[in-house]
């Protein structure tokens, strides 16, 4: 199960994620997100676990609960959409 991790503290790491998320299974992969230019924290991030189960323990342990003084706003991710709003090109 892929998850969305939102309000992510600026100092949270793809580390801090994984050791919070790996308490309660196996993680496949922990992903804060950075602006290209800057590499400064979106405030966001992705944590994919492959047992689902666990994914759902983890998400309801977790949700809610502090990490580096930041309270986590946990969801299942949604699939990319083919295209994103406001991203239309002009053809003048």
Do not use: C, Q
């Amino acid at each position: 199960m892929n998850m969305y991790i939102g309000n992510l503290s600026y100092e949270i790491t793809d580390e801090d994620l994984r050791e919070a998320f790996a308490h309660y299974g196996e993680v496949a992969s922990a992903k804060v997100i950075k602006d290209n230019y800057t590499g400064v924290s979106k405030g966001f991030g992705f944590v994919e676990m492959p047992n689902n189960s666990e994914a759902d323990a983890a998400m309801k342990a977790l949700n809610g609960s502090e990490l580096k003084d930041s309270i986590l706003k946990i969801s299942e991710a949604r699939p990319k959409s083919e295209k994103r709003r406001g991203s239309r090109r002009r053809n003048w």
